[in-house]
């Protein structure tokens, strides 16, 4: 059974950083990429980075671009999602997410609160 659960998420003043963790379980972690989702309230979820396999290639959201790093730790079956330099626009939950062919599981998400 795929398990993903999301940790560090909080209450943070704009300009501000937050390192996202997200453990994996039940797949065979190091074969997959992993991505980091994002949706703030009344708004669709949005890609915010990606990561292959073995780390080898990231991408990101313009709007994070710079500013968020994206990275895993196979031997731990971990993704974290560094996010520096916090605007208020950064506020919503934040998810993890594994693409397995037709089978796509999701963590429970993690709220982020950019505010002053």
């Known amino acids: 059974q795929v398990r993903l659960v999301e940790s560090g998420g909080g209450l943070v003043q704009p300009g501000g950083s937050l390192r996202l963790s997200c453990a994996a379980s039940g797949f065979t972690f190091s074969t997959y990429g992993m991505n980091w989702y994002r949706q703030a309230p009344g708004k669709e979820r949005e890609l915010v980075a990606v990561i292959t396999s073995a780390g080898h290639f990231t991408n990101y959201a313009e709007s994070v671009k710079g500013r968020f790093t994206i990275s895993r730790d196979n031997a731990k079956n971990t993704v974290y999602l560094q996010m520096n330099s916090l605007k208020p626009e950064d506020t919503a939950v934040y998810y993890c997410?594994?693409?397995?062919?037709?089978?796509?599981?999701w963590g429970q998400g993690t709220q982020v609160t950019v505010s002053s």
């Open positions: 997410n594994v693409e397995r062919g037709i089978f796509v599981s």
